[in-house]
Each structure stands twice: as C-alpha cells, then as structure tokens.
C-alpha cells in the first residue's frame, strides 16, 4: 500500500477528520478493537463516502455494507458516535473537526468490522406474516384488483415506509436486553397490515402482538421512532396495537377461543 | 471450514447513562420512585385523618417541617417533568383522522396543555372554597 | 414424518397471550391521573397550605373529614391517592428489568403490584371506616 502517496495526498487538501473505526476480523481477532484514520474533510462527505475513502486508499480490509447510497436500501446502518445512523445519509459537516467514532449496529452480533448479522431481525419480519392476507383468497384475477380509498391508505402509510435498516433495534435497550422482544420495525409491519383494509389476518397476527415478547416487552423508550431514518415511527405502531391488545384482551375475557 | 464467529457485545447495565436519550427515559421512569412516596404521604394523611381531628393537625403541621418543604419542592419538579414527557408522547398513542389526515400531533400536545392548566386552575379554585 | 406437515409444522408455535393489559390499563390511567392532576396536588398538600399561602382552613380536619364521610368524597380520594400507585410500581417494576436485575422477576412482580394493591386496600378500608362512622 502507498502510504506515500496518501501522505502527498493529505498535505494538498487543508482539512482532514480523523475517523475511529470499531475492528473485528473474526479469524484473527479475540475481541473488536479500535483504529484510527485521517481522511480529507469535504463538507458534502457522508460517512458512507468516508468508509469508501478509507477502504479505496488506507486499508483495503475494511468492512462494511451499502448498496443505493440514498437512503433506500437500509444496508449501511452503522452507529455514528454510539448514534444508530444510516451512513449514507449521516455527513461528516455533522461531526467536523470532531473526531467520529464508527462501530457496528449495537445489539447485533458482529459479523465483521461493521458488518452485523441480521438473522434474528429477518426472521421476525418474516414471523409476522407481512403480506396481505385477502379474507378469501381465492379471487379470481378477472374480477379485479383490490380497490382501497385514500383515507383507508393513510391508515398504514407511515407503517409502510420500512426499509428494514435495523436502527431501530439498534435503539431499542428492551430488545438489547432481552432479544427475544418481537421489536420495533416488525411490530411497525405488522401493525401496517392489520390497519391495511383489504387485510383480513388480524386475528392471526393479534397472537403474536398479545405475547409478553409481542408489545409488552416494550416500555415506550421511543428511541426507535427518533433514530428511524424514514419516518416510520414504530413507538406509534407499538402503542396503537398495546391498545388492540387491550381490546382483544377484554373480548377473550368473555369469548375464550 | 467456515471462519465465522460472530462478536456479541454486552449491555451493561450502565447503559442508560451512555447516552443522554436514555438518561432522560431513565429518569422519566424514576420519577415514579418520588410520587410513590408522595402517595404514601397522602395514604398516611388519610389514615391521621381517620384516627381524629388531633392527628390530623399533627400530620398537617409535619408536613410544615422544611425538610418536607423542600421534598414536597422536588416532588413537584419531578411530577412536572412526568406530565411534560406524558404530553409529549401523547400523540403517539391517538388514532385520529380528520377528513382523512392524521391529526397533528402538536394540536394534541396543545390540547393536553390546556387542558392541564384549566384543571389546575380549577382546583385551586375548588380548595379555596 | 414430512408426510403431512401442512397444518401442524406451520401452526406449532405456541402463542401464550401476556396479563399485562390489566396491569398497562392501571398503568395508563394512572399516569394520566398522575399527569394532570399530581402537581397541583403536590402545589397543595406540601407547598402552598404548609407555608400558609392557603390559609389551612382550606385543608381542615372538620372539611376534610366531612368530604370523606361522603361517598362521593371517599371515591375521589381514593383513586386520588391509590391510582398513582398502580402507574408508580408498574413502572418501578420494569425499570428493576431495565437495570438487568434478573433475578426472581415472578417475585418482582408480587411485590411490586402486590404494594400498590396493599395500600390501595389500607386507604379503601380507613375510608370505609370513616363512611360508616
Ligand atoms: S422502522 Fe425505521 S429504523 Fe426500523 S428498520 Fe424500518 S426504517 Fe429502519
Ligand atoms: S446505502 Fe442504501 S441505505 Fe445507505
């Protein structure tokens, strides 16, 4: 690797950040370590953009995912000063002259450097049947798609604007101290297609929001719904369905099924 | 053979003091350890009230001592720190629309305000009668 | 054994529905009570009539004695003083959660619920008390 060059490098641009990433090479390393860069400072760099730099020009071992680089993959989440961040959409203008500290999504198991394994979250996105289940399914193509009004659109807009970026489990201390919390953006989805009107599985979906590990795990920390880099507010979506559950709660009392 | 071995890191239990966010939530939380003990002050009132009118005063005039002063002081703090993170979340757990839009959340906060200081107002009203 | 994994593979997942509803609607209507009314309460009781900028006629024994002697006045005081509670421990309970003390979480949650329950029914029995004097 040219360290010359970089050094050439650094002494033409004026400004430089110093950038602290969290290390982890599984087959070499017992635990993560921290190691510093210095890269040039542009105002319009986002840390994705830096990460880039680094990995292009300092150490080609660097790890870490990104696909769009505009906030609509959800790959690059990233914790930016212990702040869940995606790192395309996180700028170093932010941070600047401080030194920013990188490390990967907390309460995730690291993969790599800053790469996380996402299974468990997968695996509840999936759990909660996120799909629209029509009340008969066996509607014939010729008679029509499902019509729905806007305001009936408007009840699960905002719950549909995941891109399963992972920042809010991230967030979430209910699921970092107990992971088997069905958590913030699957319960986000899952309450976007109870409110959806052409949805008819609420009752199946209700079993898993009803549980100790659905929404009462959940003690409205509300981080998640200010980390969510769409908007998508999941504290919201897990209070309306503590509500629902309270419902389903006092049916059940007279209607055991 | 594969080289994975996935890091997991632990949350120690100091986690809320590691950022500012959570502090607050922290401390939102705690604020239930000084209202419980404002409740127990009220619950032994009532139990001085029951026992006759000398322990009642007895309770009354304690509640002069300025160490009880300056608590009931703190207490009221900490109830208004309650109250202000109550509103602010309030919205999230409205499910209104008007004409098809979602109510806006800092019409609800507003409304909870005024609401709060009419209810106030009221019963400061109501005890001085 | 793949033979007919249909129903019963996709349905095996048992669902054990949570209490906490009760626990969250006391929680929800205390904190709201507690929200609204709290601060003026506290303004009351510990502030304005111990220093006298109420005159403490206003909180006397013959007043409030006679107000709890109603049915009505005993209601209000009840849930004025028991509700908080409800909202209060449920809170503490979780916060033990939160500072990861795990251990005897049943027992946690007995006592917790169980001392707002014990007060509730200590002021409910005195004001009953003082109902049928
Ligand atoms: S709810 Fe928001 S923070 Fe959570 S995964 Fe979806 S987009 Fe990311
Ligand atoms: S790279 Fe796709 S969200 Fe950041």
């Not at chain 1, 050439?8 to 969290?22: F, R, T």
């Not at chain 1, 860069?37 to 880039?52: G, K, T, V």
Request: glycine share 6%; with cysteine.
């Amino acid at each position: 690797m040219s360290t010359q060059a970089t050094h050439a490098q650094q002494a033409v641009v004026d400004k430089v950040i110093e950038i602290e990433i969290l290390r982890y090479r599984p087959e070499q390393d017992e635990k993560p370590f921290p190691q510093g860069f210095e890269i040039p400072y542009h105002p319009d760099m986002s840390i994705l953009e830096a990460l880039q730099y680094i990995k292009d020009h300092l150490d080609s071992s660097v790890s870490f995912r990104w696909s769009c680089r505009m906030a609509i993959c959800g790959s690059c989440g990233l914790m930016v000063n212990n702040i869940p961040k995606l790192g395309c959409k996180a700028f170093l203008r932010d941070y600047y002259p401080q030194k920013v500290t990188l490390e990967a999504l907390a309460n995730f198991p690291i993969e790599r450097d800053l790469v996380v394994v996402m299974d468990d979250f997968i695996k509840k996105l999936e759990e909660i049947k996120p799909y629209i289940i029509p009340e008969r399914d066996e509607k014939c193509l010729s008679e029509g798609t499902y019509q729905q009004t806007p305001e009936q659109m408007e009840k699960y807009a905002k719950f549909s604007m995941c891109i399963n970026c992972g920042l809010c489990y991230s967030a979430c201390p209910q699921y970092g101290l107990d992971k088997s919390f069905t958590g913030p953006a699957a319960l986000a989805l899952l309450a976007r297609y109870n409110r959806d009107s052409r949805d008819a599985g609420s009752a199946e979906r209700m079993k898993i929001v009803n549980q100790e590990q659905g929404v009462w795990s959940c003690t409205f920390v509300g981080y998640c719904s200010v980390v969510c880099p769409k908007g998508v507010d999941p504290a919201a979506a897990i209070q309306l369905l503590k509500v629902e559950s309270s419902k389903d709660y006092l049916i059940g009392m007279f209607k055991p099924d | 053979m594969s080289k994975r071995k996935p890091y997991r890191r632990e949350m120690n239990n100091d986690w809320w003091l590691k950022n500012i966010f959570y502090s607050k939530y922290m401390i939102r939380e705690g604020s239930s350890i000084f209202i419980t003990l404002y409740s127990l002050i009220l619950a032994w009132g009532v139990f001085r009230l029951s026992q006759g009118e000398e322990a009642f005063n007895a309770w009354l005039s304690a509640l002069q001592h300025p160490v009880s002063i300056v608590f009931h002081l703190l207490v009221l703090l900490i109830a208004l720190y309650h109250t202000i993170t109550w509103f602010s979340l309030a919205p999230k757990a409205v499910d209104l629309y008007i004409k098809g839009k979602p109510l806006d959340g800092k019409l609800i906060v507003a409304g909870h305000y005024i609401t709060f200081t009419i209810v106030t107002i009221f019963c400061l009203i109501v005890i001085m009668l | 054994m793949n033979v007919q994994p249909t129903t019963n593979a996709l349905q095996e997942k048992k669902y054990i529905r949570s209490n906490e509803p009760v626990f969250w609607g006391l929680f929800g209507a205390g904190g709201m009570l507690t929200a609204f009314l709290t601060p003026v309460m506290v303004l009351v009781t510990g502030l304005l009539i111990p220093l006298g900028i109420i005159d403490a006629d206003h909180l006397s024994y013959d007043k409030l004695h006679g107000f709890a002697s109603s049915w009505y006045g005993a209601a209000i005081i009840l849930v004025l003083v028991a509700l908080p509670l409800w909202h209060t421990l449920h809170r503490i309970f979780h916060s033990l959660h939160d500072l990861g003390i795990k251990r005897g979480r049943d027992w946690q949650q007995v006592i917790c619920y169980g001392f707002a329950f014990a007060v509730s029914v200590f002021v409910f029995t005195l004001l009953l008390q003082m109902l049928t004097q």
